[in-house]
């Protein structure tokens, strides 16, 4: 639920909607273009994290991506709607 909801603010941000959108975020955060639903990906990056070594937890990644990409309201540069 909080993938979904962030990444809808993601796209109101950025005026980006469906494979726009979605393709992007799935490769920045699994590294992958496709596979099972980057939802799941993550709730098993999740479980693993802290357990296996070199495994970053979905939390950890979900802050590490908002710190470097924040989401404001207001006018978007393109720099910032190049994802």
């Known amino acids: 639920a909080e993938f979904k909801k962030w990444a809808k603010q993601v796209g109101k941000t950025t005026g980006r909607k469906g494979k726009q959108l979605f393709m992007p975020l799935r490769l920045l955060l699994t590294g992958r273009m496709q596979g099972p639903e980057v939802p799941d990906q993550l709730a098993l990056a999740e479980a693993a ?15 590490n991506i908002q710190e470097s990409f924040p989401i404001h309201s207001g006018a978007t540069t393109a720099a910032e709607t190049t994802v």
Do not use: Y
Request: glycine residues 26%; aromatic residues 0%; positive net charge.
């Open 49 to 63: 994290g802290g357990k296996a070594e070199g495994v970053v937890g979905i939390e950890q990644r979900m802050k």
